[in-house]
Nanobody, 117 residues
């Protein structure tokens, strides 16, 4: 059974930091591209950052220079370090595990991040 579980969300003041974690089980983690997406109220889900099996990263323009994605294949975990948070970063953040060759696509249940004073 595949499980993708996010953690680390919460309430933080503008300018603060949070680190999200996503633990995946039931998959060969190192063979999956991993990503973080977010969805704010009334908006579509959008890509935040991705990291490939080879370690290449990609970021949305809105988070470049503030967020950093990393993965630890030994722990089957992907992280999203979020610095200099802004109110517009408020959203539910979702973790995604994807292997297009195998047509495999798994999502977590999401974790709420709220940025407010």
């Amino acid at each position: 059974q595949v499980q993708v579980v996010e953690s680390g969300g919460g309430l933080v003041q503008p300018g603060g930091s949070l680190r999200l974690s996503c633990a995946a089980s039931g998959i060969t983690f190192r063979r999956y591209d991993m990503g973080w997406y977010r969805q704010a109220p009334g908006k579509q889900r959008e890509l935040v950052a991705t990291v490939t099996t080879g370690g290449s990263t990609n970021y949305a323009d809105s988070v470049k220079g503030r967020f950093s994605i990393s993965r630890d294949n030994a722990k089957n975990t992907v992280y999203l370090q979020m610095n200099s948070l802004k109110p517009e970063d408020t959203a539910v953040y979702y973790c995604n595990a994807r292997n297009t060759r195998w047509s495999a696509d798994y999502w977590g249940q999401g974790t709420q991040v709220s940025v407010s004073s």
